[in-house]
């Protein structure tokens, strides 16, 4: 069958109904019933583990989560949630299944890339565990769709890769008073935080007296968002499987934990107004921050993971704060009001260099093959990784981070006071290169390439500050679009990832 969205629920290898308006399962008394002899067998492990018992297992089977994100994060989190035996199993996701998705993505397989992620994952789920109830939403979260999306369930996950659609899912989960396990992760770190458990009305378990009352939103944790620069992600800067296998995993036991013990129920009035609360309720006021990192380059070791210990609900969050109500609705936001996109966006370039001052792939590559670019100097400034798969012959590898740093101790130490940047020069380059441009070759070009065309228009003004350009006698240029334009203006088959 189907729900008003069109989307095809799957229960027990087959289909049920959907009903947003009352829950997916609207049990008044979750409690009440018996384990069938299929759900003893399969959860008695579990079961047996002490503060599980029965009364937890049948608060999973009556549960509803929310998995935005079928990806790194989402995959590994659902198994385990289907595993678990939540009862309705929502997953919200609006691609398809591509080769480089797998090697961590492992919900998805080989035989399944073109397919869409939702129904990807759910085959794979169905064949784990046929009992949840398994809701497919195949779009992404959006300002217009997010409260449909999130109302019907009891708990959410945040499996999605990008700052601005976690201020949105944190917003309507204030909003509808659901409780959100949040995680990131790329390239070789990750985190993990639990928000608004117990749920709180909007301005209501404000800090008294150095005391919080109530659990943060994302907003309370993360006040700003990252520079846009420096949101990157994992298509842009990469991942390790296992680091976001890992937060997946983690998510999906706090999830549990949550479930299990029932801390998703809308708390009383009574508690609201200061009865005591379980202690394990209290401390959700004040969530800990769980941050993992992993190195590559270490001998083989523990983990290394450290908790942070953060602030409750804060009387100046723009989402659950002092006067929220007014700024915050779900009308607002279906309006465009915040606007997430602008909230957690720069600038699409962080220097716009003057045309004269930049060259195109295919005319920077014509010119070599006329020979109108005789000797010059050529940096490549991505990460030695993306070097290593392929460069533009005669390139130099300067990683734009250690060109920052280098320029800045450069400038620091007055190394370009010289006015021709020689200090600098020998801080960064190869020995070989050097040498071109200190002996004679003090008017030497300089081009400058990255992986898609910012970080070089940045790493060409950093190098005509320190005086590289010898008073103008020298051309730094930049060539437009990096390595990316490099493909499609030159060589199709240049490997650029």
Known sequence: ??????????????????????????????????LTDEEFDRYSRQMIVPGMGKEGQLRLLTSRVLIIGAGGLGCPAAQYIAGAGI??????DG?????????RQVGHATSRI?????????THLSALNPLPTYIPHPCHITPDNAADLIAPYDLVLDCTDNPATRYLISDVCVLLRKPLVSAASVQKSGQLVVLNCPATPQGEGLPEGGKYNAAPCYRCCFKQPPPAAAALSCGEAGIMGPVVGLMGVAQAGEAVKILASGLHAIPSSDGATGQEEPGRERNLRQPTLLIYSYDL????GPYAFRALKMAGRKKSCFACGEGSRARLTLGGIKKGEPDYVQFCSAPTARVTLPVEERITAAAYHEARERGEIAEHVLIDTREREHFSFGSIDGAVNVPFG??????????????????????????I????????MVDGGEDLPIYVVCRRGLDSQEAVEKLRGLGMDNGGRRKILDIMGGMKAWKEEVDPSFPFI
């Open 87 to 92: 009862g309705t199993i929502g997953i919200v």
């Open 1 to 34: 069958m189907q729900n008003r969205n069109n989307n095809t629920i799957y229960q027990n290898g087959g289909t049920s109904s959907f009903s947003p308006s009352n829950g997916i399962n609207n049990n008044s008394n979750p409690l009440s019933r018996s």
């Open 114 to 122: 073109g397919t869409p992620k939702v129904t990807s994952l759910i």
């Open 402 to 427: 250690k060109l920052l740093m280098a320029a800045a101790v450069a400038s620091r130490e007055g190394a370009s006071g010289n006015g021709n940047g020689n200090g600098f020069v020998e801080k």
């Open 95 to 103: 691609d398809v299944v591509e080769p480089s998705n797998l090697h």
């Open 297 to 300: 380059d270490a001998a083989v």
């Open 429 to 436: 380059l190869p020995e070989e290169v050097r040498g071109k």
